[in-house]
């Protein structure tokens, strides 16, 4: 029924709202989980670099090895000040590239599920 669908101005207002939901859970998130996460890897003392996955719904924390290297397939964008990482990104998103510590850890077990 097109009577029933909203006018784009309106749709652009809902997708506007969404996005500021999504910042602010990201930076709620951010906040009350990031300094909780361990700098180094328990397994092997890797310095990590903490980032939230791209899932909307709840946190998901993944870990990255803190040093980006040229064919890292994770990058990193923030948002609500949250540093969140996108997986195989398009090659125009600006920054370094890091690695799953999960594909480098000596017992990557402990990383292959991202935790919550
Ligand atoms: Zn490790």
Redesign the pocket.
Known sequence: MPDEVLPLRELELLDEDARRQLRDRRAFWWRTGASTRSKT????G?PLLWALTEEPHRAVWMPLDATPVPDGSVGIYRDGGARIAQVNPPSDLPGGRWQP?FA?????D??RRPRT
Not at 104 to 108: A, E, K
Request: aromatic letters at 8%; charged letters at 30%.
């Open positions: 890897c328990d397994a092997d890797t510590h480098t850890c000596t017992d990557p402990r990383y």
